[in-house]
């Protein structure tokens, strides 16, 4: 599954926070995600991201439409 900017993932064990829903905000070698219930940011190695995730919640914009302007 290809993982990409703004999506939120769920995790095998929640955040000691108690929250369980993740979005990704750096896409790379490593993974650095964001707790949607604390905004603590979190990062991991791409391997052990796959390891630890469960599921894809949702999809995030794709860039081309986020940074794109109104038509004349």
């Known amino acids: ?12 064990k929640k955040h000691p ?15 650095r995600i ?10 991991l ?3 052990t991201f796959e390891r630890r995730m469960k599921a894809l919640v ?3 914009q794709p860039a081309t439409e986020a940074n794109a302007e109104p038509a004349i």
Do not use: N, P, Y
């Open 58 to 60: 949702s999809r995030g």
């Open 34 to 43: 964001k707790c949607l219930k604390c905004q603590r940011q979190v990062l």
């Open 17 to 31: 926070c108690g929250g369980d829903e993740w979005q990704v905000v750096r896409v790379g070698a490593d993974i």
């Open 1 to 12: 599954m290809e993982i990409e900017f703004g999506d939120v993932v769920r995790l095998r």
């Open 45 to 47: 190695e791409r391997a």
